[in-house]
């Protein structure tokens, strides 16, 4: 910004274009650190950080706070749709403008807690890992990215220590449900992950 605009712009406006500056710098460290941990990454051992946070950790990253959840309506959600492919087959989704990171909720194709529940941790761990892709990805990417998310979800609310405890016990798979407060279907789905992907049940 010149020294004639800066002179013609009020202290709000300022303040949103030095935060949007700002930001686009953070961006470009990620960035940069993302490119250096691919490259290094092969060569970390065994013990290598498992993201590009926990190798480097930028200052700002320490204040990094939950997204937001709001509700959608209809208007919102065609709104939505003609922003990103497909949004009303979804039922959430996280929608950022640079700035400010929401996750969208559409209650209307939720049916019960449990699946409330599971929705709203995906969303979130694909936030808090960075694993965000647009609607019109590509499949590698969208795959990559889901994957990356699925595995915090499922270590979190139902990991493998537990699951194998209450397996032991004899529960029904509508017991295991019960008890984690999960779908049924993602109560199979994380016993066929831990059973037949390596690796997936450690953290």
Same mark, same amino acid.
């Given at each position: ?10 202290? &709000? ?12 710098? =953070? ?8 490119? #250096? ?7 970390? &051992? ?18 990094? =706070? ?54 709203? #941790?995906?969303?979130? #761990?694909?936030?808090?890992? &960075? #694993? ?48 984690? &407060?999960?779908?049924? =279907? ?18």
């Amino acid at each position: 910004m010149s020294q004639k605009q800066a002179a013609w712009t009020s202290v &709000g406006e300022y303040f949103q274009r030095r935060d949007a500056y700002e930001r686009q710098q =953070q961006l470009e460290w990620e960035r940069c650190r993302w490119v #250096a941990y691919s490259i290094f990454s092969p060569f970390l &051992g065994k013990n290598k950080p498992r993201t590009p946070m926990q190798w480097v950790k930028f200052p700002w990253e320490n204040k990094k =706070q939950i997204a937001p959840m709001v509700t959608i309506n209809e208007s919102q959600i065609k709104a939505l749709n003609d922003i990103f492919v497909d949004f009303q087959n979804k039922k959430a989704g996280i929608i950022t403008n640079g700035q400010d990171t929401v996750i969208a909720v559409d209650y209307k194709k939720i049916e019960n807690s449990k699946e409330e529940k599971m929705v709203i #941790a995906e969303e979130k #761990a694909h936030y808090e890992t &960075g #694993a965000l892709y647009l609607l019109n990805a590509d499949k590698t990417t969208i795959d990559k990215m889901e994957y990356k998310a699925n595995k915090k979800v499922y270590n979190e609310l139902i990991p493998f220590s537990k699951l194998k405890e209450m397996c032991e016990k004899h529960l029904s798979v509508a017991e295991l449900s019960d008890y984690f &407060g999960i779908p049924i =279907q993602d109560v199979l789905v994380a016993e066929f992950l831990y059973n037949n992907i390596e690796n997936y049940k450690e953290g």
